[in-house]
T-cell receptor, first 111, second 110 residues
Framework: EAGVVQSPRYKIIEKKQPVAFWCNPI?????LYWYRQNLGQGPELLIR????????DSQLPKDRFSAERLKGVDSTLKIQPAELGDSAVYLC?????????FGPGTRLTVT | GQNIDQPTEMTATEGAIVQINCTYQ??????LFWYQQHAGEAPTFLSY????GLEEKGRFSSFLSRSKGYSYLLLKELQMKDSASYLC???????????FGGGTRVLVKP
């Protein structure tokens, strides 16, 4: 069974530029999560989807971050414009019940 | 709110035992997960405790005391490949939500 797929794995951009991350969850997993993980810290939830509905986006900085999960499968997380403080690893995870399965993440560096 | 504490870093010798403690204060609790994360990789599932007591799985064991808001992960017969970060996470079924601690970086030395 394929795991959670994310792309790109690495991204370097200049501040004020836009960036997008893509996630393909495990087949059949209704719940999809986007996390941000700063160096030396645990993942912090940005947004959670149940199928195509964003049911918890309370931690998503909505002035510059947006996400979508069309058709309740793949998801895209976008930052526009990026700031220096957005440098982090962006993890996608999916679950059916309880245990979450993580993708390898996208390491974003904003210069 | 939620407060989850674990030590930042621990060092141990190959073949030894290390215990990683995690304390939590949460507004809701349905279980506690431990994940392992090697540098630059995804967190991977190690254990899930719902009831009080010890769960053993090979060289790794996890303990939970719900009344004390306390868990630990025990790594026995340490191997070099066990050098990684270990993440404690509280699970709330309402909201299907995991809240992570800051992670404990374990360094295994020869």
């Amino acid at each position: 069974e394929a795991g959670v797929v994310q792309s790109p794995r690495y991204k370097i951009i200049e501040k004020k530029q836009p960036v997008a991350f893509w996630c393909n969850p495990i087949s059949g997993h209704n719940t999809l999560y986007w996390y941000r993980q700063n160096l030396g810290q645990g993942p912090e939830l940005l947004i959670r989807y149940e199928n195509e509905e964003a049911v918890d986006d309370s931690q998503l900085p909505k002035d510059r971050f947006s996400a979508e999960r069309l058709k309740g499968v793949d998801s895209t997380l976008k930052i526009q414009p990026a700031e220096l403080g957005d440098s982090a690893v962006y993890l996608c995870a999916s679950s059916l019940t309880g245990e979450q399965y993580f993708g390898p993440g996208t390491r974003l560096t904003v210069t | 709110g939620q407060n989850i504490d674990q030590p930042t870093e621990m060092t141990a010798t190959e073949g030894a035992i290390v215990q990683i403690n995690c304390t939590y204060q949460t507004s809701g609790f349905n279980g506690l997960f431990w994940y392992q994360q090697h540098a630059g990789e995804a967190p991977t599932f190690l254990s899930y405790n719902v009831l009080d007591g010890l769960e053993e799985k090979g060289r790794f064991s996890s303990f939970l005391s719900r009344s004390k808001g306390y868990s630990y992960l025990l790594l026995k017969e340490l191997q070099m490949k066990d050098s990684a970060s270990y993440l404690c996470a509280v699970f709330k079924a309402a909201g299907n939500k995991l809240t992570f601690g800051g992670g404990t970086r374990v360094l295994v030395k020869p």
